[in-house]
C-alpha cells in the first residue's frame, strides 16, 4: 500500500459521469510526453471512465474521433495524439511487475502520456513522479477522488487541474 493512500493532496466530489468528463477534459490539453497519471479504485470507480474521457479530449482537440476501447483485454491501447503518443494501460490481469517490462511500459513513462488503471501492479516500476487518482464509488452514483502527486512535474499538474476545479 502507498503512503498517500490515506493521506491525499486533495479530495473532489464528482457528482455525476458529467462531472468526472470535466475533470478529464481540463487535465486533458495539460499533458505532455512522460506524463504518467495513474487511476486506483475498485471495479466500477470510474477509472476508464475518465481515461477514455481524456483520450476523447485529447483527440478531439486535434480534430480526430476514434473509439477508445478498454484495453482490459488488450493490456495497453496506444494512441497517435500530435506531439505525444497516449498510452492507457489496465493492469489488472497481470501478475507481476516483470510482465511491465515486456509490454514497453517502463520506456512509454519517459516518452508518451501514460495512464495506468491498477499501478499497484507496477510495484518498483511505479514512476517517481506521476499523478494519482484514487476513485471511490458513492452510494449515490458520485465519486469522491482522492489526488496525490508524486513528483514537481505532478505537483504541477495538481496546481492547475485544482485552480481550474475552483478548489
Known amino acids: 500500500m502507498d503512503p498517500h493512500d ?20 481540463r487535465l486533458a490539453p495539460a499533458l505532455r510526453a512522460g506524463d504518467t497519471i495513474l487511476l486506483e479504485g475498485e471495479i466500477g470507480a470510474g477509472k476508464t471512465h475518465f481515461a477514455r474521457a481524456l483520450i476523447r479530449a485529447r483527440l478531439a482537440a486535434l480534430g480526430l474521433d476514434e473509439d477508445v476501447p478498454s484495453p482490459t483485454f488488450t493490456i495497453v491501447q496506444t494512441y497517435e495524439a500530435g506531439e505525444a503518443e497516449i498510452w492507457h494501460a489496465d493492469l489488472y490481469r497481470l501478475s507481476g511487475p516483470e510482465e511491465i517490462w515486456e509490454l514497453g511500459l517502463e520506456d512509454a513513462f519517459r516518452t508518451a502520456i501514460c495512464l495506468v488503471e491498477w499501478p499497484d501492479r507496477l510495484g518498483s516500476l511505479r514512476p517517481s513522479d506521476a499523478l494519482t487518482l484514487r476513485f471511490a ?30 478548489a
Open 137 to 166: 464509488a458513492e452510494q449515490d452514483d458520485s465519486r469522491r477522488l482522492g489526488l496525490h502527486a508524486s513528483g514537481p512535474r505532478a505537483q504541477a499538474l495538481l496546481r492547475d487541474l485544482l485552480a481550474g476545479a475552483g
Open 6 to 25: 490515506d493521506h491525499p493532496d486533495a479530495i473532489l466530489r464528482l457528482p455525476d459521469p458529467g462531472a468526472t468528463d470535466a475533470l478529464a477534459r
